[in-house]
């Protein structure tokens, strides 16, 4: 079980960083643990971080949502933000395996381009993903381990594979030589953010297409298509 970094062990102290719901972990023994008890508290956490919000959320909460009792959950997390930091990273990585391959050779240069910024919005696979990163914005001065993780396991590997597909496109002729593609990938992953804030769209359908209808023509080279 990943464990929190040493971001968040500054965070954890007597209590765990959200209130009075921290206990010592059991000692680990007896019968061999149930994956479907975590899988239950990982998606009650999850759950309750975007309806409660971190600070608000408690570990009573998750276990009456998860069906589980106090100790099951302590024999497996020491405290609340240990529970919160797997919940993350669980979620992230099954969003992350969600996507099939991007298939560079089989598509046009703007279709790929089209593709790896579509990929880009925080709420695929997690409808409830602006409420999270809005929830740990709010506690990055109190518990600022959260935003970290949230920014090394989610932000970076979508905006990575955003910029590992302009310089593909760039070795292949179709992105100009001096594009600031890393000024590209901000444009473009903030774009799904102020969307959000404008207008509070759920989805937004054709939001990548409409990014890379107004990007591309200023980092094309010619008539690449």
């Given at each position: 079980m990943t464990r929190a970094n040493a971001a968040g062990r500054g965070d954890r102290k007597s209590k765990d960083a959200g209130?009075?719901?921290?206990?010592?972990?059991?000692?680990?023994?007896?019968?061999?643990?149930?994956?479907?008890?975590?899988?239950?508290?990982?998606?009650?956490?999850?759950?309750?971080?975007?309806?409660?919000?971190?600070?608000s959320m408690?570990?009573?909460?998750?276990v009456a949502d998860a069906g589980v009792t106090r100790p099951t959950l302590y024999r497996r997390w020491a405290n609340k933000y240990e529970l919160v930091i797997d919940a993350l990273q669980d979620g992230l990585r099954k969003q992350r395996e969600a996507y099939p391959p991007l298939d560079m050779d089989g598509l046009a240069p703007r279709e790929a381009f089209t593709e790896a910024v579509r990929r880009l919005d925080p709420r695929y696979h997690n409808e409830r993903a602006m409420a999270l990163h809005g929830n740990f914005m709010a506690e990055v001065e109190?518990?600022?381990?959260?935003?970290?993780?949230?920014?090394?396991?989610?932000v970076r590997?979508?905006?990575?594979?955003?910029?590992?597909?302009?310089?593909?496109?760039?070795?292949?002729?179709?992105v100009r030589e001096d594009a600031d593609l890393d000024m590209v990938v901000t444009l473009c992953?903030?774009?799904?953010?102020?969307?959000?804030?404008?207008?509070?769209?759920?989805?937004?359908?054709?939001?990548?297409?409409?990014?890379?209808a107004t990007i591309w023509p200023a980092i094309a080279v010619g008539s690449a298509g």
């Open positions: 209130g009075a719901d921290a206990q010592p972990a059991t000692a680990s023994g007896g019968r061999p643990r149930d994956p479907a008890i975590e899988e239950a508290i990982i998606r009650a956490t999850r759950r309750r971080l975007a309806t409660d919000g971190y600070a408690t570990i009573g909460d998750i109190r518990v600022p381990g959260l935003l970290e993780q949230l920014r090394e396991h989610g590997p979508r905006c990575e594979k955003l910029l590992l597909t302009l310089v593909s496109l760039q070795r292949r002729g179709a992953f903030g774009s799904y953010f102020a969307d959000y804030l404008r207008t509070g769209r759920d989805v937004p359908d054709g939001l990548a297409e409409q990014v890379v």
